[in-house]
């Protein structure tokens, strides 16, 4: 069992719509990341949050907009999304930002823009 | 820049027997940390080893080490006595002990087929 959970697994969208994703972890871990994974390829990095402050933005369009609303929880805002953006997005969380701190990654969820 | 490279972008195995994934980096930097995930087909990125760039021991989990060759630059996964489970794709990721951004940086993945 994972000890990050995203939420929802699937989801699908329209251009026009407003959704958001959900990565929560209670392991007690300060750092939180977003990643995008296309199929077959190595996840991207898009946002990282330190002690619930975005302190790395890997140059993500604006229609993607984190929050961090506490130190267990991390969201992705979408609006406006284009059919490129269909991909995997992953959470991932860490004790700190140290290297010698793993990443724990969540199941993902299953992004289609219709 | 630092970059990740594996060459192998797929390996298959016989169940029970030994394969070893490459991976080569690049980087001019002395301390780092390396570190090999495995993704499953139900997505989740899970860690399977991760090596201290100035520890010259290699790493170990059960049944998979590390071959880590700090001149040459290189970081190989041997997975022994291998299982059904093991299938999946292996990536390889660097991580810079400077910035402290927690920058994880990936190579292209290998994608590893257990037969029975």
């Known amino acids: 069992d994972t000890e990050v959970t995203q939420t929802p697994k699937h989801l699908v969208m329209g251009m026009t719509n407003k959704k958001s994703l959900k990565c929560e972890q209670h392991m007690g871990h300060r750092a939180m990341y977003w990643y995008k994974q296309k199929a077959k390829k190595p996840p991207e990095l898009m946002f990282v949050y330190s002690y619930e402050k975005l302190s790395i933005n890997e140059s993500v369009p604006s229609r993607f907009s984190p929050e961090c609303p506490n130190s267990s929880l991390l969201n992705l805002h979408l609006h406006a999304l284009q059919p490129e953006d269909s991909a995997l997005y992953l959470c991932a969380s860490s004790q700190g930002r140290q290297p010698n701190q793993p990443q724990h990654f969540g199941d993902g969820t299953r992004l289609s823009i219709l | 820049a630092q970059t990740v490279t594996q060459s192998q972008p797929e390996m298959s195995v016989q169940e029970a027997e030994t394969v070893t994934l490459s991976c080569t980096y690049d980087?001019?930097?002395?301390?780092?940390?390396l570190f090999w995930y495995k993704q499953p087909p139900s997505r989740q990125m899970i860690l399977v080893i991760r090596?201290?760039?100035?520890?010259?021991q290699n790493a170990t989990e059960n049944r998979f080490s590390v071959n880590f060759q700090k001149a040459a630059k290189s970081f190989s996964l041997k997975i022994s006595d291998s299982q059904l489970g093991d299938a999946a794709m292996y990536f390889c990721?660097?991580?810079?002990?400077?910035?402290?951004?927690?920058?994880?940086?990936f190579g292209q993945g290998t994608t590893l087929q257990v037969k029975p």
């Open positions: 990721a660097y991580r810079s002990l400077s910035g402290n951004t927690g920058k994880l940086i």
């Open positions: 090596q201290e760039a100035y520890k010259q």
């Open positions: 980087t001019s930097e002395s301390d780092y940390y």
